[in-house]
């Protein structure tokens, strides 16, 4: 079934592409990826408002939308693929050979990251499971979560319709495609050549923190090729090219609120003459805007009042919009403070090295000084500045953090290149600095090995036609690849809890013991705040709640109408307050819980009363992080 959806996507997005006349190849592609994702994005909201979010009708819907495309098949038209010039062809064949490695190094990897664990790939079970788009809640964390725009976690939905675990971790991946042929085609429309556009382009799919997230569980690499996507599209001056900018733009604000800064920042571009006509699918694309693009914005409005719940919104005094997080006061001059010490001292491992922020910052003062006469490249490296500026007013500094700002590195990368229009083959050294600074030296050998499988079929291919030689030579590459992943897949459930437990120790080992033991699965309450992905099982079969201890049915924060100091105050005071043991243990019973997993971080009222009734608990798992008991009811 996943296949089937998979290839009316593809073919689907494949038409959309051709039948809108796109000259360009690279257009044409990046096109492609801005179809494939809006589909994903519109048919699952649609059906999972109407809980009925099951790949069979996504297939329907696909299917519908192909036979919708049918009667414009005359206009479809595939665009001309230029011959890549030699030295372009070897370039390019050695950057690839970078992301495949990359690519096989992570095969193995089970999902790492925080935010992946903690809410990216959960909400996409939750979707999963529930076949609605409703509000996945989290407790014991941060709240702000359930109420984060939806979009990246839809995409991840998509994927765990696979089935295939370890390539979850690809979903941004298809993204660096997207951002790194935009940013080639925006250099070229700022007067940049096609080597130096090549290798801006190849830059910023090669430094650190944008290659790490297109194998990582987030979704800031999809912030950033969406928003470098439609401020290409914006530039065109052609009206039916605002149809793709707005649908990039839709995609842009429904994956993360952060988004709405560089969204805003994109209007400016929008003020220009085009030649032609707006076609019907203009008006089809803002539509999908306001519905799609915002309908996170739309909901937290509808369910809590507040589109940007649980933040509270004022305007001085005046409250906009009551929320659940009361934020500190702290003037400009002290964020300004705390984001430059965040900007200049790493935190996180795939943030740059001080080293390279200084040279990313020391070129982009240059390249704004050599700009200040040439209106359109003034314009874009102004998005800098006003970025991190915006980002620092707006944004509570209890969320900062380098990753945020990543729509900024196709700024740097232009800006990297800049001084050496004139001397192109100096930015060499460059590009050797960015290659050197994102991979460690026992991996240099790995990729040119790599290289070297790929770079025949790539130089075939730029200087001969195709012959029968190029066809083996390509089918024994790809062959290589297949066999990875194919490998990975049989190995890949025997390894990852030995990696699970030398990233997070003692709660790895629970992850293990869940899924060893859930069998075909199992009814789990959770107390305390937990990494849940790996705790939903194997294949995703355990159900997972939080039992309220005041009421028999668990409810959504704001249905609570309190409000706390964030992040000063606990935020479990919202809802955890008047604990009734009788309501809880009704709960339990309702939901039908089996197991009940408790974190020893704190001393959790459930504990007390699972001590104080050993007749309806039993422990059946217990180390320094948390414990599992059965429930014996």
């Not at 935010?115 to 407790?139: E, I, M, Q, R």
């Not at 690809?170 to 556009?197: C, E, H, R, V």
């Not at 709960?587 to 001590?611: F, H, M, Q, S």
Request: charge should be positive; include cysteine.
């Amino acid at each position: 079934m996943f296949i089937l959806n998979l290839l009316f996507f593809l073919l689907n997005s494949f038409l959309l592409a051709g039948i809108f006349g796109i000259s360009s190849f690279i257009e044409f592609i990046c096109s492609f990826i801005i179809f494939f994702y809006s589909q994903i994005l519109t048919f699952s909201i649609i059906l999972g408002l109407l809980k009925l979010l099951y790949p069979q009708y996504l297939l329907i819907f696909s299917v519908l939308l192909f036979f919708l495309i049918l009667p414009h098949i005359k206009k479809f038209k595939l665009p001309e693929i230029k011959i890549i010039p030699k030295k372009i062809a070897i370039a390019l064949s050695f950057v690839i050979s970078c992301h495949i490695l990359r690519i096989i190094i992570g095969l193995p990897l089970p999902p790492l990251e925080t935010d992946g664990l903690l809410y990216h790939l959960p909400f996409a079970v939750h979707y999963y499971k529930t076949h609605s788009v409703s509000l996945p809640n989290l407790y014991f964390t941060d709240i702000a979560m359930t109420y984060y725009p939806i979009g990246g976690e839809i995409f991840y939905f998509f994927s765990l319709l696979s089935n295939k675990e370890f390539l979850l971790k690809y979903t941004q991946f298809p993204f660096l495609i997207l951002g790194s042929f935009s940013l080639f085609l925006l250099s070229k429309s700022f007067g940049f050549s096609d080597f130096l556009s090549f290798f801006i382009s190849s830059c910023f799919s090669l430094l650190k923190p944008v290659l790490f997230e297109s194998s990582m569980c987030f979704v800031d690499l999809i912030m950033a090729a969406t928003f470098i996507s439609t401020l290409y599209f914006l530039r065109k001056n052609e009206k039916k090219y605002l149809s793709f900018a707005i649908l990039s733009l839709s995609i842009l604000f429904s994956v993360k609120t952060l988004s709405i800064i560089f969204g805003l920042l994109t209007i400016p571009f929008l003020i220009q003459k085009r030649k032609g006509k707006y076609s019907k699918f203009f008006y089809v694309s803002i539509f999908h805007f306001l519905f799609f693009g915002l309908f996170s914005y739309w909901r937290n409005l509808i369910l809590t009042g507040n589109p940007f719940y649980p933040a509270e919104i004022k305007i001085g005094k005046f409250i906009l919009f009551k929320g659940a997080y009361e934020y500190p006061e702290i003037s400009i001059l002290t964020k300004i403070k705390m984001l430059s010490k965040i900007l200049a001292f790493s935190s996180l491992h795939i943030d740059p090295s001080f080293n390279l922020k200084i040279i990313l910052l020391l070129f982009f003062l240059i390249s704004f000084a050599l700009s200040f006469n040439k209106k359109d490249i003034f314009l874009f490296y102004l998005i800098f500045p006003v970025s991190i500026f915006l980002y620092c007013f707006l944004i509570p500094p209890h969320y900062y953090q380098i990753r945020h700002l990543l729509p900024v590195y196709c700024i740097l990368s232009i800006s990297l290149f800049h001084p050496f229009k004139k001397w192109e083959y100096f930015c060499i050294p460059v590009f050797l600095y960015i290659f050197f600074s994102s991979f460690k030296n026992i991996f240099i050998p790995k990729i040119f090995i790599v290289f070297f499988i790929f770079v025949i079929p790539v130089y075939v291919v730029s200087h001969f036609k195709k012959t029968l030689l190029y066809f083996i030579l390509l089918l024994i590459s790809l062959s290589f690849f297949i066999f990875e992943i194919e490998k990975t897949k049989f190995i890949y459930e025997k390894i990852k809890f030995e990696f699970w437990k030398v990233f997070y120790a003692e709660e790895g080992r629970i992850w293990e013991f869940i899924q060893r033991n859930s069998g075909k699965g199992k009814n789990i309450a959770y107390v305390g705040s937990f990494f849940i992905y790996p705790i939903y099982g194997d294949k995703i079969q355990n159900n997972l709640f939080y039992q309220s201890i005041n009421s028999i049915d668990t409810l959504p924060i704001f249905k609570y109408r309190k409000k706390i100091k964030f992040p000063d105050e606990n935020v479990e005071n919202l809802y955890r307050n008047n604990p009734n043991f009788n309501l809880w243990l009704y709960g339990l019973k309702k939901k039908k819980v089996e197991w009940i997993l408790v974190k020893k971080d704190k001393d959790y009222i459930e504990k007390r009363w699972i001590e104080e009734n050993p007749e309806l608990f039993r422990c059946i798992f217990s180390n320094s992080y948390a414990e599992i008991y059965e429930f014996l009811f």
